[in-house]
């Protein structure tokens, strides 16, 4: 059974950084495309950044452009994102998934309804 799980949320300052990890387990991950998505309380979920299976090409929202990136391991079937310069609206639940439906995405898609296996969620807090 494929299982995403993420870690690396917690409460943190305006301006500050975290680093959230997404593990795969159940298979490997490196055909697929990644995505973090965020959904803040009484709101829709919203794309933040996706990559592709290589990792050479990769997707950011507008509001992230510049501060967040994604990097993955795919020896260690893990993406990342990297968020820096927090601002307190960005305040929510961050979702890593994989659009398993195909293989090698030359381009990762910034849909959601794309990707078909999602993690549990972890909570970011940034205070103001």
């Known amino acids: 059974q494929v299982q995403l799980v993420e870690s690396g949320g917690g409460l943190v300052q305006a301006g500050g950084s975290l680093r959230l990890s997404c593990t795969a387990s159940?298979?490997?991950?490196?055909?697929?495309?990644m995505g973090w998505f965020r959904q803040a309380p009484g709101k829709e979920r919203t794309v933040v950044a996706t990559?592709?299976?290589?990792?050479?090409?990769?997707y950011y929202g507008d509001p992230v452009k510049g501060r967040f990136t994604i990097p993955r391991d795919n020896a260690k079937n893990t993406v990342y994102l990297q968020m820096n310069s927090l601002k307190p609206e960005e305040t929510a639940v961050y979702y890593c998934?994989?659009?398993?439906?195909?293989?090698?995405?030359?381009?990762?898609?910034?849909?959601?309804?794309?990707?078909?296996?999602w993690g549990q969620g972890t909570q970011v807090t940034v205070s103001s």
């Open positions: 990559i592709n299976w290589s990792g050479r090409n990769t």
């Open positions: 159940g298979h490997t991950f490196s055909p697929y495309a």
């Open positions: 998934a994989e659009d398993s439906s195909r293989l090698y995405r030359v381009v990762s898609s910034m849909s959601m309804h794309e990707y078909d296996i």
